[in-house]
């Protein structure tokens, strides 16, 4: 569009002056449109109301969030909050913050954070330290994992809002027609499917060729390095040092059993959603999900399984602990921003019991403070919360580090290569992760 | 003269100044990025060509170059000979000419991510295209296309190959139109059959179209990222990945701006090498002819 307005002047020499008039009035009309534009934004508030920008997701139950924020518009009319919502996946919405946190854009003023990126938003002077606003006293009613996500050099920059961890969903009929109780080890969950599979079979039920043993998420992205880190330390191995004998283990296990196994190879290019879908119609015994799952699962309009699913903690190996990668999203306030004190309230507010408790309801999200594992309505919503609660309390953060996306590149790229080729040569995969991740570590100082 | 020389200046300012603003400043911009480490944590700093020469030893990338050239050369050269058929194809249809022609320039109206999308679904695991053709009903055959490095550096070829050969086939199309009536029927007189006709009197004519569209395409092929951006993200264990897109990966989510930079200027230069190599092929001694 800008090429071609010069462009038209150019071409009509003679009638340049016009030409020059009419773009005078573009001009004047681009200028019209743009003040009416800001118009739209601080300028257009009663007096007195001041709007706190809100950089979100695009919420899969848009309710919860119209129903949290009607509620406090009602009890704040000095503050609007205006979402502006970003892509649901977490390195996308990563992409779009980091960018307008970097050219420091005042139109944000609060924003969620996935529970890995804390070290760096710190780091970087883009998060508002909040210890005075969060004294310790109220920190402790949240799951120790969580704070600790958003505490960088003893400082903390977010409140955490929800948390996530690894669960285990089985088929509860087809793990019964098989005699079979949830698996405790994962060599037993290797052999439980095998043992669900073959007893659908027999007893002819419709589709039973097509049931794969397990699901997960091993596409190449962020989900793999959750799914890994919850084998290599349940093998009690390190994702940081992945050419140590109990995580080259862990990722042989999977690579051999799993991919290609239990799983189907197409587990390679899974992420949530077709993970999510296999089990969902009916195509697997096993799924490793997070604890959002359930609300689909149990939907009988989404899930051709809704009644027929259980959940427990994922398995482990002989002698390791079970292991859940922790996740969760979390509040924080940009370093920028010309109104930290109505930000404050929005994620005060955001972060509050009642909130944490709709959204638990409505959502299925699980929340961020231990004492909702005992409310009544929360429960009712999701009875599995009290049983999974250590599971949430236990769960496992991945590396903590301002060059996090790095990290994960770099592992994301390893175990892609250790899993999707069988013969892969894993000790020299591994070695030249852990050379590659020495590296970035060295060059953060630079 | 002055006074003209001046006024067809002034007439191209307008031109210069938007390619200044939105063409060269940028890219001066991004050589400039490319000279220092710029992440969030530290003041930017100047470093010389230190990325340029991390670049070299950085086996992701190397391996990015390798995809990436790879896919231009198989993909180009899959393009302009469909093109090529379906420009004399097209070139010899009559009934419905327009609605035909429009056809076949569908895959290149509709944006790379629409289509990246649909081929991604062609190829899924579960209910793709590809596999409920091969296979029918028999799910358990069903192949991971995108898992494995060859399919998904195939699948990623063909995407670009159906939504790209229309656009190499409007381009020869057009050479192929330029040809003189006269020149084919004086062969045809003094006995060449159809094949020599083509050979000898079509190609020859048709030549500066082709390397056209062979240069157009290479320098859109150079710059792939859409299609992986969708379809792969650079799996499996980055088989496909593009320079493009690891120069993305760098730049916004691993915050490493002057890094990502060099890898963009690498791509500009690849682009502006092979330009002006098929600037001198076609300038000078076809259309110089």
Known sequence: MAARAPGGLGTQPRRARSARGRAALWLAALAALASGAAGCGPGAEPPGVVTVRLVVWRPDIPEAWERALALFHARHPGIRVVRELGPSSSSELHALLTQKLRNRDRSVDAFIMDVVWA??????????????????????????????????????????????????YYRKDLLAAAGLEPPETWPELVAHAEAARAAARAAGLPGAAGIYGYSGQFRQYEGLVCNMLEFIRSHGGRLTAPDEPPALAAVAFVRDRIIGGAAPR????????ESLEVFKSGGAVFLRSWPYAWAVLQDPAQSAVAGRVGIAPLPRFEGGPSTSCLGGWSFGIHRASRHPEQAWAVVRFLTSPEVQRLFAVLAGKAPARRALYADPEVLAANPHFAALRPVFERAVPRPRSPIYPQISYI???????????????????????????????????? | MRSRERFGYLLLAPA??????????????????????????????????????????DEAALGSLEFTLLFVVVSVALEVAGGLVVALVLDRWRRGQGLVRAAVLLPWA?????????WKYIFNDQYGLVNALM????????????????????????????????????????????VPRELLEAARADGAGP???????RLPLIRPAILVAVLFRTIDALRVFDLVYVMTRGAPAGATDVLQFYGYQKMFPEQQFGYGAAVSVCVFLLALGLSLLAMRLVGTRSWAR
């Open chain 1, 266 to 273: 197409g587990a390679l290019t899974w992420a949530e959603q």
């Open chain 2, 16 to 57: 210069l100044l938007v390619m200044g603003a939105f063409l060269l400043g940028p890219i001066a911009a991004a050589f400039v990025t490319s000279l220092h480490v710029d992440t969030p944590f530290a003041p930017r700093r100047f470093v010389g060509l230190e990325n340029y020469a991390l670049l070299l030893e």
């Open chain 2, 195 to 201: 094949l020599r006709r083509l050979l000898w009197v």
């Open chain 2, 110 to 118: 509709m944006p790379t991510v629409v289509a990246a999308v649909m």
């Open chain 1, 119 to 168: 070290a760096e938003l710190a780091l970087a002077g883009w998060a508002l330290p909040l210890d005075e606003r969060l004294p310790p006293a109220e920190r402790e009613r949240f799951f120790p994992a969580a704070i600790e996500a958003v505490t960088v050099e003893g400082r903390l920059y977010g409140v955490p809002f929800n948390t996530d961890a690894g669960l285990l």
């Open chain 1, 411 to 446: 592992l994301q790229r390893y175990l892609h290569a250790a899993l999707s080729d069988p013969a892969s040569d894993l000790p020299a995969l591994a070695q030249q992760a852990r050379r590659r991740l020495e590296r970035a570590r060295a060059r953060l100082g630079r």
């Open chain 2, 135 to 178: 296979y029918g009903d028999a799910l358990e055959r069903y192949q991971a296309w995108l898992a494995h490095p060859l399919g998904a550096r195939a699948a990623i070829i063909l995407a670009d190959v159906w939504k790209s050969t229309s656009f190499a086939a409007l381009l020869i199309l057009a050479g192929l139109q330029a």
